[in-house]
């Protein structure tokens, strides 16, 4: 994308973002509080994340990929079970990516 | 100072520390998608909400579309609506504009202060604090990301490509752990996310994947009974 296209994607997402979260201090609560609103609101995040993780972690451009990326994410999720801090859990991951780069 | 204040200044300040170092794994995923320094801060500063950062940066970096990109960020942008109304009536800004300024913070960790606080009087005072210390550091971390990954050799490269799916997971975890609300569901419908994103991924344009993931929600069904309120 151009350098144009991505302040453009950029000034557009900080002025969605900004107004989705005005809306919600300044319309009645009536109109947010629909049961399917914030059900769907609820679990958007479980869906969206998990999708980027997938696509992040095994996916170039339009193939399936399995790289040191794939690896990184599965000693980034036994880090998480074990509780690690987050930034304990980037660096074991980017040290397994870099590992997997240099071995293969 | 009262207890409660000190208390609630502390737990504010010490969340916005953890939370800023986030910021230099969403500053480097910005270099990695294409994003100049310049324009990763001016992510962090206009949009200040990190889960919508990340998708945005994430579907760029993956190839995708403006639409993509901007499409997964505002779905996930909606959270702060629902947050925004559970802080109307805490925060108690009578005047637009002080709403107008205060929405800017309206985010995951400001909410979870300012709901967990004793009192309204705390509630303001940690969504402040907490406001006010995540937003410096997420910033001025956003900034020491992008222009450190911008200096990496192939190797770091190949370390940060790989930090950057660990990044989603970690915003993701806390989602699938025991004490979540309807976890069980939540697991099912990042479960079905993931397949979806990855079963499309060959047949539609970038980024497209991912907000089609969103049908994935479908999988949460009814709510419970009792969780009326």
């Known amino acids: 994308m151009s350098n144009a296209g991505l302040w453009a994607v950029v000034l557009a997402g900080g002025l ?20 399917w609103v914030t059900r769907v609101a609820e679990f958007v995040p479980a869906a969206l994340l998990a999708a980027l993780v997938a696509v992040q972690a095994a996916t170039s451009g339009d193939r399936l990929v399995l790289d040191g990326r794939l690896v990184g994410l599965a000693v980034a999720a036994v880090a998480l079970a074990l509780r690690a801090p987050f930034i304990v859990v980037l660096v ?12 293969a | 100072m009262s207890a409660a204040r000190s208390a609630t200044l502390r737990d504010a300040i010490g969340l916005g520390v ?23 801060l001016a992510s962090s500063l206009l949009m200040f909400t990190g889960a919508s ?22 779905l996930l942008g909606t959270r702060n609506t629902l947050y925004g109304v559970r802080l109307a009536p805490l925060l108690g800004d009578r005047g637009r504009w002080r709403r107008v300024g205060t929405a800017h913070w309206v985010i995951d960790e ?39 990954a911008a200096a990496l050799g192939p190797t770091a490269k190949a370390a940060l490509d790989a930090v950057v799916p660990a990044a989603f997971l970690a915003l993701l975890w806390p989602r699938l752990r025991g004490a979540f609300p309807e976890v069980g569901r939540q697991r099912l419908v990042a479960l079905g996310g993931a397949v979806i994103a990855l079963a499309l991924t060959p047949v539609v344009p970038p980024g497209v994947q991912v907000i089609a993931a969103v049908a994935a929600v479908a999988l949460a069904g009814r709510p419970p009974r009792e969780v009326t309120s």
């Open chain 2, 18 to 40: 953890a939370v800023g170092l986030y910021g230099v794994a969403f500053g480097a995923a910005a270099a990695t998608a294409g994003l100049s320094p310049l324009q990763a």
């Open chain 2, 53 to 74: 950062q990340f998708a945005l940066v994430g579907v760029l970096g993956a190839g995708g579309g403006a639409a993509a990109a901007l499409g997964s960020a505002l």
């Open chain 2, 110 to 148: 400001t909410t979870a202060l300012a709901v967990s606080a004793p009192d309204p009087a705390h509630a303001r005072l940690a969504f402040l604090a907490g406001g006010a210390t995540i937003f410096t550091l997420w910033n001025a971390t956003t900034l020491a990301g992008a222009l450190g």
């Open chain 1, 16 to 35: 969605g973002c900004y107004l989705l979260k005005l809306a919600g201090l300044s319309v009645p609560a009536a109109w947010v509080q629909r049961p």
């Open chain 1, 92 to 103: 074991l991951a980017g040290v397994a990516g870099a590992l997997v780069h240099v071995l």
